[in-house]
């Protein structure tokens, strides 16, 4: 019999495939139950189109790897001269595996808002920063940087969209829901969200409502009730596995306070 803090709960992790393992494994290691639906799908772009798009560009004074899809994808194009940035602790982790030894991160935050914020990024009016990235990612860090003097470079090394979910996922997900065997709902990002909503039948979508979600997006948090307006999110300290627990504990403990 299974112990611990989430012990008794069913977990439904939605990240891709190749993302999920690290927070699933967290789940059982609390004492949950880690029930995988990938909501997205992560495809790298072709080797020579990403070559192509380099070669067109000039040299970067700094590059800026926005997830750890994006070193994964995007680090064999990385211009060694260049200072390194990353959005968060783990994609850092990514950058200092592949034996990059000084990279500028936040030190509080996850996010575009969080990097901008970091002093590296208040002065740098004049240089070339390429940010390195999925294909139609925001576009706030971009036009910041812009704004603050500098010339900015998008290179898309991976493509995210939404995963073709097969219709026994889809029954077994609604079944779940209708008795009430899920938990918690983790989500990372709005196309989650969007994702989520969209292979429910509609019938079952006020389901949701009597879920909680858990997301360690403060963006997600602001928008989600305009996708499933009433419904409860927790918001988790980070995106990282065990941050991500803490805001499941957090989340079940209000469940059982109100």
Not at 143 to 168: I, K, W
């Amino acid at each position: 019999m299974r112990t611990g803090a989430l012990s008794g709960h069913r977990i439904l992790v939605t990240r891709a495939v190749e993302q999920a393992a690290d927070l699933a494994n967290a789940v059982e290691a609390a004492g949950g139950t880690a029930l995988r639906l990938p909501l997205l799908e992560i495809v790298p772009r072709d080797a020579q189109q990403i070559s192509d798009d380099v070669g067109r560009m000039n040299s970067a004074d700094i590059v800026i790897y926005v997830s750890p899809n994006a070193v994964r994808h995007g680090f064999a194009w990385h211009p060694e001269a260049a200072e390194t940035a990353a959005i968060g602790p783990t994609t850092r982790k990514e950058l200092e595996l592949r034996g990059v030894a000084h990279v500028v991160c936040p030190d509080n935050g996850y996010d575009s808002e969080s990097l901008l914020d970091n002093e590296a990024f208040t002065d740098v009016a004049g240089k070339t920063i390429r940010i390195i990235r999925g294909q139609d990612g925001r576009e706030l860090l971009g036009s910041t940087l812009r704004n603050r003097g500098a010339t900015v470079q998008y290179l898309a090394a991976y493509l995210r969209r939404a995963r073709r979910v097969p219709e026994y996922e889809i029954r077994e997900f609604a079944h779940r829901l209708r008795r009430g065997e899920i938990s918690c709902i983790t989500v990372m990002s709005d196309a989650t969200v969007e994702s989520l909503v969209a292979i429910l039948p509609v019938a079952d979508r006020e389901l949701l409502r009597h879920t909680r979600l858990v997301t360690p997006s403060s963006r997600v948090l602001k928008n989600i009730n305009e996708l499933v307006p009433g419904l409860s999110v927790t918001l988790a300290p980070g995106p990282r596995p065990d941050d991500m627990i803490l805001g499941l504990i957090a989340s079940l403990k209000q469940d059982n306070t109100e």
